[in-house]
């Protein structure tokens, strides 16, 4: 039974990670009804630029920041195949790995989610994954504003944000709202604080926190 609970799927840099990641993922999993969340931190990302840090330590910030809860779980896959990281791929062997029937759901922030259309093999998303988007603040999801190809796709497969039953009762292909908490931190903001030597506490989680003193990580403009 449990089996045929959606899983979670959410991707990203994680460079390093905002308690808005944990609370998009804990969220997500309360609100859709997720048996898990598969975290993939990308080794290259090809639609944005180089992460600051290093594979293994980004890996490891995540490692820190999910230790301890049980639905969370961490997917090395990308992030150790030292190749580009494209999202389609990475849908196709968790599609393999959990089989025809487990419905999978790729998490995003609202920002990601108006990018999709430039992302590689775009369209064949939907015949892998259900799309969850969240409305980061700052980026409404406003069907109105998004690519042309992108709205038409958004139009025809969303369902009603209190809808999680609808992910369920298939493999793939619907989009959802997903109403989170809003909650402005970004990575970006983190590592701007770090470089001027400034405090990150309680934007982090205190394990990610020590791990960035202890290496180092941010301090320059250089990066680790
Ligand atoms: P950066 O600031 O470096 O661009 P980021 O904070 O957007 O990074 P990513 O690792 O690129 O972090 O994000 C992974 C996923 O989490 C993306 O889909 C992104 O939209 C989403 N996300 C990140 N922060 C938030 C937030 N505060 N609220 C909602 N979604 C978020």
Do not use: K
Request: net charge neutral; with cysteine; hydrophobic share 45%.
């Amino acid at each position: 039974m449990s089996e045929r609970l959606p899983l979670g799927v959410l991707g990203g840099t994680f460079d390093p990670v905002p308690v808005g990641h944990l609370r998009l993922a804990e969220e997500a999993c309360e609100l859709l009804g997720l048996a898990r969340v598969r975290w993939i931190p990308a080794g290259q990302p090809r639609h944005r630029e180089t992460p600051r840090v290093a594979p293994a330590h980004r890996l490891r910030m995540v490692e820190l920041a999910i230790a301890g809860n049980p639905r969370f779980e961490l997917d090395a896959a990308e992030a150790e195949s030292g190749e580009a990281s494209y999202t389609v791929p990475t849908l196709e062997r968790l599609r393999i790995e959990s089989g025809a029937a487990q419905p999978l759901v790729l998490i995003l922030g609202a920002d990601a989610y108006a990018g999709l259309p430039t992302w590689h093999r775009w369209r064949e998303i939907f015949s892998l994954a259900h799309v969850a988007v969240t409305h980061r603040p700052g980026f409404p999801v406003d069907p109105a504003a998004l690519p042309e190809a992108l709205r038409r796709e958004h139009l025809a497969r969303i369902v009603a944000g209190d809808d999680a039953a609808a992910l369920a009762a298939a493999p793939a292909g619907r989009i959802l709202g997903l109403a989170m908490t809003p909650l402005a931190v970004s990575a970006t903001q983190v590592r701007a604080l770090l470089a001027a030597g400034r405090s990150a506490r309680y934007l982090l989680p205190p394990a990610v926190i020590d791990y960035i003193d202890l290496h180092h990580l941010y301090r320059s403009r250089n990066g680790s």
